[in-house]
């Protein structure tokens, strides 16, 4: 069984694939679209969970958050459906996967969440589609080991809630190249096309939308834990924990491809002011964390 329909989570709808090739209209419907998808997950992390399905006396919160806490699209999966079935007696937000486990109990989640459909199913014809998504997933996952690196050096208490924010912080333009490969494949055209066009301009000539606002805009119909929109949300730029994100994603996206992108210097001189060190300081601790010798 998938997770239930529910008006504040990612639903089941049973449907075959039926990629958009148009752009939608405006915010609203966009996010209307993606209010209502059932949103599928990495194919290790449903055959993980299958396996732990079977074992499941052996699995407790940690190890399975441990799991998910590698798919960005299941931890959202998990977090929203969280949130729907939230007790109004709880006092704050579930803002964390092992939180949303220890919440909910690992028998209840199994039962919550059955076979997941996954993005190599859905985009199976669409190798290039996959090829972008799985770009995309790895600089969220570079993203976030910075984010909790830069986090852990602030001792800041919400390290764990920054580092899911730098997972989840790209998750509109994950489920783009998942429901709209033809859309997300004219972005990255026009912008190898031309270097200089900055990524919310080619969203909003290809989308009518910026895919930051579409994540705000998803984050609030699904009532994710407000410390977490809070901090994916960039425009919030002079809050250090804002920042931790902001950053992490930056320096991912520029180093993607090598670390001699022109654009790094001046990522480690803010990095640095965010974490009081010097550029080479902070070089030594980036390298550190992303496991380069």
């Not at 299958?50 to 399975?64: F, I, K």
């Not at 783009?176 to 859309?183: Q, V």
């Not at 992490?248 to 803010?270: C, F, G, K």
Request: one cysteine or more; aromatic letters at 4%.
């Amino acid at each position: 069984m998938s997770v239930p329909p529910a008006a504040s989570a990612p639903s089941a709808s049973g449907a075959p694939f039926q990629p958009l090739t148009r752009p939608l209209p405006d915010l609203s419907a966009w996010t209307a679209h993606f209010r209502d998808l059932e949103l599928p997950v990495l194919a290790s992390t449903a055959e993980q969970l299958e396996l732990w399905r079977a074992n499941e006396d052996a699995v407790d919160a940690r190890l399975l958050g441990d799991i998910l806490n590698k798919d960005p699209l299941m931890t959202l999966k998990l977090l929203a459906y969280a949130t729907s079935q939230r007790s109004s007696r709880l006092l704050t937000d579930t803002e964390t996967v092992t939180a949303a486990l220890v919440l909910m109990g690992i028998t209840p989640f199994f039962r919550a969440f059955g076979e997941q459909p996954t993005v190599e199913q859905r985009l199976a014809a669409r190798p290039d589609a996959l090829a972008g998504l799985q770009r995309v997933l790895h600089r969220a996952e570079r993203a976030a080991r910075f984010a909790l690196g830069f986090a852990a050096h602030r001792a800041d208490p919400d390290a764990e809630v920054i580092h899911g924010a730098a997972l989840l912080h790209d998750f509109s333009e994950m489920l783009l190249w998942c429901e709209a490969p033809d859309l997300a494949l004219e972005i990255q055209r026009r912008q190898t096309a031309d270097s200089t066009l900055r990524s919310v301009a080619a969203q909003r000539a290809v989308l009518n939308i910026e895919l930051g606002d579409l994540e705000q805009a998803l984050m609030r119909a699904w009532h994710l834990p407000e410390l977490l929109a809070h901090i994916v949300d960039d425009k919030k730029g002079l809050d250090p924990q804002v920042r931790c994100v902001t950053l992490a994603v930056r320096l991912a996206r520029h180093t993607a491809q090598s670390w001699e992108n022109p654009a790094v210097p001046d990522d480690l001189i803010e990095i640095g002011e965010l974490m009081s060190l010097s550029p080479a300081h902070t070089l030594k601790l980036v390298h550190e964390v992303d496991g380069v010798i």
